[in-house]
Every structure is written in structure tokens, then in C-alpha cells.
């Protein structure tokens, strides 16, 4: 795991950005993993000015979501069809058909089945990118998945239903199940690439990069990982005990290839 500590919410966002546009210039078909959460809606805003200066192209990008929620329909103003749509793709040149979400509604098991088969047949995940709950979940997998878990229904946690309650309004019906990527699924894309901001995060922050590796915080199979790097503000950094050490890292790094990532 590299951690990057970035000074502001801003930064973290700006070079997560970055790295997407590297893998694309490197690979233009590449195929991206998406997440949903208030954390990557400022690297989204970055890849779109990046779009409108001409300087990245999605018309050959593939995109697989991590979640959805279950029983909501794709046109609902808070399905995760409806976020990626006005957080990303209404404003940059990516096809429609190549955009996957899975489906909240139908048969969760058939609609998970077909979504790994889906990924694989795009040739797998290059980069995922991943925010983080506070309870250390990781798209919908809550403490307790399985760690070699792979898309399928879940319940989710009081805590999650809580923290998720701020984009739904009192008369709206919010739902307590999702459709969400494994964590095995995860954990076969290529790249992945974590970014968490604010104090609120510090806590999960640390379990995932420093504590054990435990089905209790689902981030912390990233451990595993062999390229998983980690873009975090100065608060959600705050409780890592190697912080100087990353800091370390991160200036020989600069010194070394002359750019961070
Ligand atoms: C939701 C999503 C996760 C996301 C998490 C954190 O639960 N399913 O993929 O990482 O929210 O969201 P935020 O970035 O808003 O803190």
C-alpha cells in the first residue's frame, strides 16, 4: 500500500484525477472502476475540465460501478445511475453502452452473475477507485463480507443507512439493500486507488492502512493488494502512526521520479 498525504480535500481529489489521466493517455480503451460518495465528486469535476481542455478522451473508456441500490429504479434521482450521470458522465464523450451499473431491480443473484461476467469480459478492472465508509466499507461490503466475497446482495448497517441519509428527503423511502462488487472483486482490478478526506475518516483510515487484515473492516483486504495506492487529506491521515515515514516515502518519491504518482 503507498499512502500519499495530500495538504487539502482539493489536492486529494486533483491527484486522484491525475492518476486516471495517466492511465489514460497510456491506455486510451482502458477500463475504469467507479464509486459513488461525496469523496470522488471533485476528482469527477477535475476529469471533466480535463475532458473540456482536450487533454483526455473516454470515448473508448468501459466504466463498471461498484454498487447500487437494490429496489430503486436507474431513473430515480438517487440511484447511483442517476449520480454517475450528473457527476460524470453527461459531460464527458464516454458511450452510454459502455457505462455498467448494476441493476437494482430484477433478480439480484442472475443481476450479479451477469455483472462479473460482464467485467471479465471487458478484460477485468485496470483502476479501481474506491471511497471509504467510516465502518471501513468498501463499496457496500460491510463488516463481516467475506473477504473473497464477489457481487451479490447486501444488508446494509444502521450506521451506513445513517450516513447515506443526508441525499434522500424525509418523504422519500430510502432503501436498506444494495448490489455491490466483492471485495475478490475488488481485489482482482489491476490498480486500485482509495482516496478518503476529513477527520471523520481518520479513524477508518488507519484500521484499513495499519491495522490487522479483518473481515471487521473490509479496507483493510487492500493490504493484500499488490498496487493499491492511498490518497488521503491531512485529518483522514491524522491517526496514522507511520505518518512521518509516508511523508518520507512520499518526498524520496519526488525526489527520486520527480512527480508523486
Ligand atoms: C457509500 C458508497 C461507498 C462510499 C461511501 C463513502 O456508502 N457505497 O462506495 O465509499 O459511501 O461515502 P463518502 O465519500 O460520501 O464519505
Request: hydrophobic share 40%; net charge negative; aromatic share 6%.
Amino acid at each position: 500500500m503507498r499512502v500519499i498525504i495530500a495538504d487539502s480535500p482539493e489536492a486529494v481529489a486533483r491527484m486522484g484525477a491525475e492518476q486516471c489521466i495517466r492511465l489514460l493517455q497510456d491506455k486510451p480503451a482502458a477500463v475504469l472502476g467507479l464509486a459513488t460518495g461525496s469523496t470522488p465528486i471533485a476528482l469527477y469535476a477535475h476529469l471533466i475540465q480535463r475532458r473540456q481542455q482536450g487533454e483526455v478522451s473516454f470515448r473508448q473508456v468501459r466504466t463498471f460501478n461498484l454498487d447500487e441500490y437494490i429496489g430503486i429504479a436507474p431513473q430515480h434521482p438517487q440511484s447511483y445511475r442517476s449520480f454517475m450521470q450528473k457527476q460524470l458522465f453527461d459531460h464527458i464523450d464516454i458511450l452510454p453502452e459502455n457505462t455498467h451499473i448494476p441493476s437494482g431491480m430484477g433478480d439480484p443473484m442472475a443481476e450479479s452473475r451477469a455483472y462479473e461476467d460482464k467485467i471479465h469480459s471487458a478484460g477485468g478492472i485496470d483502476l479501481q477507485i474506491l471511497g471509504l465508509g467510516r465502518n471501513g466499507h468498501i463499496g457496500f461490503n460491510e463488516p463481516t463480507s467475506s473477504l473473497s466475497s464477489r457481487t451479490r446482495a447486501k444488508t446494509l448497517t444502521q450506521e451506513t443507512i445513517r450516513d447515506n441519509s443526508r441525499f434522500f428527503s424525509a418523504d422519500e423511502e430510502q432503501p436498506h439493500l444494495a448490489i455491490t462488487m466483492g471485495i475478490g472483486t475488488i481485489l482482482d482490478a489491476r490498480k486500485v486507488m482509495l482516496l478518503a478526506a476529513g477527520a471523520a475518516k481518520a479513524d477508518a483510515v488507519k484500521a484499513m492502512v495499519e491495522g490487522p487484515i479483518s473481515a471487521m473492516h473490509p479496507a483493510s483486504a487492500l493490504q493484500m493488494h499488490p498496487s493499491t495506492l492511498v490518497i488521503v487529506d491531512t485529518e483522514a491521515a491524522s491517526k496514522l502512526e507511520l505518518i512521518d515515514y509516508y511523508r518520507w516515502v512520499q518526498s524520496e518519491t519526488l525526489r527520486v521520479q520527480g512527480a508523486y504518482l
